[in-house]
């Protein structure tokens, strides 16, 4: 059972990872490249069925994100229940009707045309899965007591990049939702109070007639810079 480090005395342990061959390592890289330059945000879902587990094995993967202080502030609520899907649609797309209609600003909107963006989240409900990821503002005991959380923001994004990767090698399509205000998922969800939302993933597989925006990813050269 998980407990909480804080104030623990610090307890090194080996770690002693299976070096590999620069071959393999350079296979396994090069593989991961290739697949993940294949994945692309899906707007458009079937409304068929995957497998429980492969989201569940992805949610794994996402906890094992490193953490500001090891304090693991995220939590991952999965949302399959239609109606509850509904509701979190409805509430979603009425904001962002507001937002479309004036709040963004003509400079974000004009940065969200390519994509193809409006007010209609069809995703929310097409989608078998909504993994909705919270961010734990501070940690909050059974009795009430509560302790600063550390690199809240950094831990719970990168958590949510390490989702997405194993959703991807798992065969599954992916969409990161971040509605504004998104006050009404914790509400729905019943969430405790140390928690707001950090964002809502539909996850399946992409509809058959699904089409996705003709974007191009900036080269590594335009990406990197080497010292």
Known sequence: MWTPDHGRAYQ??????????AEESLARAAELRERMNERRTVRM???????EQAVLDAIAVASTAPSGAHQQPWTFALVEDPELRRRIREAAEEEERISYDGRLGEEW????????TDSVKSHLTDAPYLI??????????????????????ESVGIAVGMLLTALHLAGLAALTH??????????????????????????????????????????????????
Do not use: W
């Open 178 to 227: 971040t509605p504004s205000p998104m006050r009404f998922l914790g509400e729905l969800l019943e969430r405790p109070r140390n928690e707001k939302a950090f964002a809502v993933i539909p996850v399946g597989y992409p509809a058959d007639d699904c089409v996705v925006p003709d974007l191009r990813r900036k080269s590594l050269d335009q990406v990197l810079v080497r010292y």
């Open 12 to 21: 090194p342990v080996p770690y002693c990872p299976e070096r590999l061959s």
């Open 109 to 116: 909107l004009s940065a969200l045309r390519p994509l193809g």
């Open 132 to 153: 909705v990821v919270f961010q734990q503002r501070y940690f909050l005991a059974d009795d009430g007591t509560t302790r600063k959380h550390y690199y809240g923001d």
């Open 45 to 51: 879902f079937s409304a068929d069925p995957v497998p």
